[in-house]
Each structure stands twice: as C-alpha cells, then as structure tokens.
C-alpha cells in the first residue's frame, strides 16, 4: 500500500496569517496519462470531508482562492494564504493512483 | 445536484454482519462516469477507503485487502442505492462509516454512520 506522510500533524494560525501543510507519498502519484493522483480534503468539525483540491493544485468548485496545492511526483504542499476561523478542521491528503486508496494521518488546523 | 443519504444500525453486536445502505439523489447507481465507494474512519486506523462498485458494461467490485474476505459492495439498480456488509465483525471495526461517489476523487459524500460494534 501506498504510505502517506503529513507534517505537520497539528496547526495554530492567527486569523490572516498563512498556512502549510506537506504531503508525501510512498512512491510516486503520476500516472502514464500525466496525471498526479493526489487530493486534498478537509473535514470540518462533525461534517462530512469534502474536496479541496484535486489533481495537485485545482481546486474544486466554490473553493476559495486562498486554498492552493502544489508539488510533484512524491512531494506535495497544501498552503492557505490568509487563514480563516472557517477553516478549522482537519486536512487530508489523499492518493488514488493505487488501489486501496489511502489518506495520509490529517493535520488538525486551530485558530488561535 | 447529487446528494447521498446513509442508513442503517448505529449497534451491531460481534460475529454479525454490519449493513448500511446509501441512497443516490441525483444521479444513478448505473450510471457509466461514475463508482459508489465505502469509507470508514476510526481513531485507531485513521481514514480508510473499503471498496467500491461501478458499471462499465458490466458490474465491478473492488475491495480493499484489509476486509476483503468479510466485504460486499451491492449496487441496487432498482432502488438507486448501494449498499454495505461486512461480515463477521469485532470491535475493530467500531468507526464512522461514509459513502461517497467518485472513481479518482469523492464528492459528494453521505453523511456518515458511525457504528459500534458491543454486545
């Protein structure tokens, strides 16, 4: 199976101030198609998740634009550029190159 | 908009089977774009994809190895849903279960289940 790695596991942001979280997978996300395998959740407190970005660094629809992705091959990066007290929850990076899918440990985001 | 309504037992007692089933608005369970796929989160094993179905001419199934032997996946055409079982099961498998749709990413997702499994 694919092992996915977060760092940090926890986050304390001022609202306003950024955010990063790394990602990084086991072996390689990109498929012979081109694509990168890798997507970002976050799921807000008792919700279900819901997808942030998909493919790297597109980000699905109505998310906001201070949410973006980046990386390649086995090195991934989610960065939030001015945090919001909406944004607490904890965050998911997740591979679906290789079956069973899986998730990294989540990165649990407080305000402070 | 698609949206996706999960039910069944909140308490399963060990040995037995857990059943959960996921109503699809929106969309069909035979549908050719897309698979319906079931998750489950737990403090102990975090975030964890179980297996999916999907119609491309014919049904698939996949599972993940961890509970392949215990696991199905059933799509119910007539009914629109899909629906879970896993056999024979412990207290390890106490744990929030989700279903989702998707086939390389998954939204949107049910509302979640969680289920204990006590006697």
């Known amino acids: 199976d694919i092992v996915m790695t977060q760092t940090p596991l926890s986050l304390s942001v001022t609202p306003g101030q950024p955010a990063s979280i790394s990602c990084k997978s086991s072996?390689?996300?990109?498929?012979?198609?081109?694509?990168?395998?890798l997507y970002w959740y976050l799921q807000k407190p008792g919700q279900s998740p819901q997808l942030l970005i998909y493919?790297?660094?597109n980000r699905f629809s109505a998310v906001p634009e201070r949410f973006s992705g980046s990386g390649s091959g086995t090195d991934f990066t989610l960065k939030i550029s001015r945090v919001e007290s909406e944004d607490v929850g904890i965050f998911y990076c997740?591979?679906?190159?290789?079956?069973?899918?899986?998730f990294g440990q989540g990165t649990k985001l407080e305000i402070k | 908009q698609v949206q996706l309504q999960q039910s069944g037992p909140g308490l399963v007692k060990p040995s037995q089977t857990l059943s959960l089933t996921c109503a699809i608005s929106?969309?069909?369970?035979?549908?050719?774009?897309?698979?319906w796929n079931w998750f489950r989160q737990s403090p102990s094993r975090g975030f964890e994809w179980l297996g999916r179905?999907?119609?491309?001419?014919?049904?698939?199934?996949h599972y993940a190895d961890s509970v392949s032997s215990r696991i199905t996946i059933n799509p119910d055409t007539s009914r629109t849903q899909f629906s879970l079982q896993l056999n024979s099961v412990t207290p390890e498998d106490t744990a929030i279960y989700y279903c989702?749709?998707?086939?390389?990413?998954?939204?949107?997702w049910g509302q979640g289940t969680l289920v204990t499994v006590s006697s």
């Open positions: 989702a749709r998707g086939m390389n990413f998954f939204d949107p």
């Open positions: 929106g969309d069909s369970v035979s549908s050719n774009s897309a698979a």
């Open positions: 179905t999907f119609y491309r001419s014919k049904w698939y199934h």
């Open positions: 072996q390689s996300l990109l498929e012979s198609t081109g694509k990168t395998h």
């Open positions: 493919e790297v660094s």
């Open positions: 997740m591979q679906t190159i290789l079956l069973p899918y899986t």
